[in-house]
């Protein structure tokens, strides 16, 4: 058995898969590669192949038909050998230095009796044309180097949260929870950090700048322009959230408090992109979204509608929307998000 398996999704990723691939490649037989060439029509397919050749024992590479990037990710879950599993997008890469900690720590982890959930390290805000990197670290939060549990974990502030690029989790509890992803989707990251977490129990952090996250091309999917084109993706996406988890149904306060908590960004987000757009028919999705949450649970839709964020991204009226974009651009400027 692999120690860590890497799931690289690829699609069309020809001018920039080189700098992931190559910093993923370690002198350690122990990991693995899996490059997911999800019908790409340009030379991905080829460059992974070549990286087959060169480290046959490190390196797959799996060709399929497209099914966006949660379909690759399944396609890479299926296939992982690895005790643990990460998920690293072909345009972004991971430190070196932080690598071979990282590896170091799984290896001392796999001697536990019990074997950990999910490990969590801190990621990097790449932003294209910023001099200023922005580090998302969890150490206010989490304690370093030890196994816990939600309940001993501090209040996360508003705008830090676990995303996908801060997570390895333990392969067998996506497999056996029978974990998958919708294909043709976007912005699924959010439902693989969200669905998992309430098997997740034991939980170990590494202080260590490990991934690092490229954002600022005008072509890409996080892109606010983008976005709002795709509102429907995301609107799905948050959706499926709220239906995929029953959050008083959780047993740790600190753990449902954190769901809870990540519910409400991610559809104020929803929200945002959608009074950006300011068409008329979006506004009408805002409101349509909203009574959603309400008619599916009227304890989760009070939780997030009266809260500080429910409250602002609700302010009725022209004059309204006007405060809450203002509220929206001075928060990118704290938060440093794309």
């Known amino acids: 058995m692999k120690l860590l398996s890497f799931i690289v999704p690829c699609y069309n990723s020809q001018d920039y898969m080189d700098r992931c691939i190559s910093s993923l490649l370690v002198n350690d037989e122990e990991i693995e590669i899996i490059i997911v060439n999800d019908g790409s029509s340009d030379h991905t397919g080829l460059i992974a192949e070549d990286y087959k050749v060169r480290y046959p024992s490190i390196v797959r590479v799996i060709h399929q038909d497209n099914l966006g990037h949660g379909g690759a990710v399944n396609t890479g879950i299926k296939l992982a050998a690895g005790m643990f599993v990460k998920v690293v997008d072909s345009d972004d890469w991971v430190d070196r230095h932080a690598y071979l900690k990282i590896l170091m720590s799984l290896k001392k982890l796999v001697a536990e009796t019990k074997p950990v959930d999910m490990v969590v390290s801190n990621f990097v805000y790449e932003k294209q044309g910023k001099r200023h990197r922005k580090v998302m670290k969890y150490d206010k939060n989490f304690p370093e180097e030890r196994v816990f549990t939600w309940d001993e974990i501090s209040s996360f502030r508003k705008g830090q949260y676990i995303l996908m690029h801060s997570i390895i989790y333990r392969t067998n509890l996506l497999k056996e929870g029978q974990f998958t992803l919708p294909e043709h989707t976007f912005y699924v990251d959010n439902l693989f950090v969200f669905k998992p977490l309430e098997k997740v129990e034991r939980i170990y952090y590494i202080n260590v700048d490990f991934y690092r996250y490229f954002i600022g091309r005008a072509d890409q999917s996080v892109n606010e322009k983008v976005m709002i084109e795709r509102i429907d993706q995301q609107l799905k996406v948050n959706k499926l959230m709220i239906d995929g988890v029953d959050i008083e149904q959780i047993t740790s306060p600190e753990l449902r408090k954190y769901m809870l908590n990540y519910l409400e960004i991610i559809t104020v ?51 309204g929307r006007s405060i809450t974009v203002s509220a929206y651009k001075v928060s990118q400027k704290i938060v440093g998000f794309n």
């Open 269 to 319: 987000i929803s929200t945002i992109l959608l009074i950006r757009s300011g068409k008329e028919e979006d506004l009408k999705k805002k409101k349509e979204l909203w009574k959603y949450i309400k008619d599916k649970d009227i304890q989760l839709y009070n939780s997030i509608r009266y809260g500080v964020m429910g409250r602002l991204m609700n302010i009725p009226g022209y004059l």
